[in-house]
């Protein structure tokens, strides 16, 4: 079983960035696949970046790809996400997420364990 717990976020202005944090709990970590999701107030969750057990493999949602980067540290049991060029469309709250497997999906039910969340805020 794996827990999630998400730091990094907070208010930013327009093109700033952020460094979002996710470290894992358990001895598997290396084992999952891991994405980050977003969900902003009135709106459904989103799904944002995925990366695969290997750390060269990510893919993103378009409306964040060239802006952000998603990746892993085994060793230390943490999924970043680098935000850049941060918009006010970017405000939401950001959640991690772990599946069992080697692939990470743009599904937010594909994934088996949840972190709590940290708000991303960015103004205008």
């Known amino acids: 079983q794996v827990q999630l717990v998400e730091s990094g976020g907070g208010l930013v202005q327009t093109g700033g960035s952020l460094r979002l944090n996710c470290v894992a709990s358990?001895?598997?970590?290396?084992?999952?696949?891991m994405g980050w999701f977003r969900q902003a107030p009135g709106k459904e969750r989103e799904f944002v970046a995925g990366i695969r057990v290997s750390t060269t493999s990510t893919f993103y949602t378009d409306s964040v790809k060239g802006r952000f980067t998603i990746s892993r540290d085994n060793a230390k049991n943490t999924v970043y996400l680098q935000m850049n060029s941060l918009k006010p469309e970017d405000t939401a709250v950001y959640s991690c997420?772990?599946?069992?497997?080697?692939?990470?999906?743009?599904?937010?039910?594909?994934?088996?364990?949840w972190g709590q969340g940290t708000q991303v805020t960015v103004s205008s």
């Open positions: 997420a772990a599946r069992r497997g080697y692939s990470a999906s743009r599904l937010y039910n594909e994934y088996d364990y």
């Open positions: 358990g001895r598997t970590f290396s084992t999952y696949a």
